[in-house]
């Protein structure tokens, strides 16, 4: 597992105060207000940052982060993710993991045969897709509903699905 989850991506400088619009790749935008210090990560660095101010505009939050005084500073930051120490991440619910922790695992049908590894997880509106890349180099996409996924086993790294009439 890793240690740090991301929670969202640095899309441009906002104003020329070296405020930041950040797209939030959590389910709850409204953890930012929470959040004391993210760790930006460049690609090529990584960096702790306290966080000054949060505001939120449309599905963006905007961001004031020690250390960037202007928008060409800010520049700088143009696609890095925001990460969080996972001691500090949201508690999960009941048949919740981050996705980082499942992408890799074996995907079985519920007759057990392996379709294979989950290599994506796609997040929309209604409901996540998993994304599972076959033997053949082909991609099966599944809706992650109670109805198609039915088991996810931590220990022995499994996903058990049900394929709906159509889904190969």
């Known amino acids: 597992m890793e240690d740090r989850l991301r929670v969202g991506v640095i899309t441009s400088p906002h104003g020329i105060h070296g405020e930041v619009k950040i797209f939030p790749t959590t389910d709850d935008p409204q953890r930012f207000k929470k959040l004391k210090k993210v760790i930006v990560d460049t690609h090529k660095e990584q960096k702790e940052m306290e966080i000054g101010g949060i505001k939120f505009f449309k599905n963006l939050v905007i961001a004031t982060l020690s250390g960037i005084e202007d928008r060409t500073q ?61 033997e053949n180099g082909k991609e099966i996409l599944i809706p992650s509903t109670k109805e198609c996924v039915l088991s996810t086993d931590l220990n022995s790294k499994n996903i058990v699905v049900h394929l709906l009439k159509g889904m190969i």
């Open 74 to 134: 800010a520049e700088k930051y143009r696609s890095a993710d925001i990460l969080i120490e996972r001691e500090d991440a949201l508690p999960l619910g009941e048949d919740e993991y981050y996705i980082c922790d499942i992408l890799g695992f074996t995907v079985t049908n519920d007759d057990g045969t392996v379709l294979g590894t989950l290599e994506d997880v796609l997040t929309s509106c209604a409901n996540d897709v998993y994304v599972v890349k076959r």
